[in-house]
């Protein structure tokens, strides 16, 4: 079962890095690399649970109506997201074109039920394996710089992390078979990023 304290120590592991926490009180007075780690580690599982529509961590939630009609012409329809939305990927029905977000806002015609389906950002303690082995390793790949000042095995843990995306990927989707997964969601949660992992490098777009 995964934790906060597991990632890190799995990912300083795979770096050859002995100081290893036992506790996450310990995070304070650890070194700079594992403080660092932990810093990371929050951003690289929100990023990696928006790259794909994970089964265990999807949801389907009948969205809330609001009795205000939208300050668009073209909708009469104003509907609230879920607030522990990550990542939304579809609507059912499926609204095509017909329709618009604004923030935490939906303005469509369609009338009740309407119904997303999303990722949110579920623990670590339910990831399956092959996610909490490209968590940890993703982990590595951004912080190998600040362990072991050596620009190649940074290399060598992105292309490690980038194998791993794809074959969490793959065994993800043999959860639901039917399913046509889409490249890109409909909408991409916002948090504060600028790391080369995480824009530009292993995960850029």
Do not use: C
């Not at 389906?117 to 940890?136: A, H, M, R, S, W």
């Not at 039917?178 to 995480?198: C, E, K, T, V």
Request: charged content about 20%.
């Amino acid at each position: 079962m995964a934790d906060p304290v597991s990632l890190i120590n799995s990912a300083l592991l795979l770096l050859g890095e002995s100081d290893l926490i036992a506790n996450v009180t310990d995070i304070k007075s650890a070194p700079p690399v594992v403080r660092g780690a932990n810093h990371f580690l929050p951003l690289i599982q929100r990023e990696l649970l928006s790259r794909h529509p994970w089964r265990f961590a999807m949801k389907l939630i009948e969205l809330n109506l609001l009795l205000e009609p939208p300050p668009l012409d073209t909708f009469n329809k104003q509907y609230e997201l879920p607030v522990d939305m990550l990542t939304l990927w579809r609507f059912h029905p499926d609204l095509g074109r017909n329709y618009k977000i604004y923030g935490t806002r939906v303005f469509t015609i369609e009338v009740p039920p309407l119904i997303a389906e999303y990722v949110f950002d579920i623990g670590e303690k339910f990831y399956p394996t092959y996610f909490e082995t490209l968590v940890y390793t993703a982990l590595a790949a951004e912080i190998a710089m600040m362990v072991t000042q050596k620009p190649g095995v940074t290399q060598l843990w992105k292309r490690e992390a980038s194998i791993l995306l794809t074959v969490a990927r793959n065994e993800d989707s043999q959860q639901s078979p039917s399913d046509i997964i889409r490249d890109q969601p409909i909408l991409q949660a916002h948090f504060a990023g600028g790391r080369s992992l995480l824009r530009g490098g292993l995960f850029g777009r």
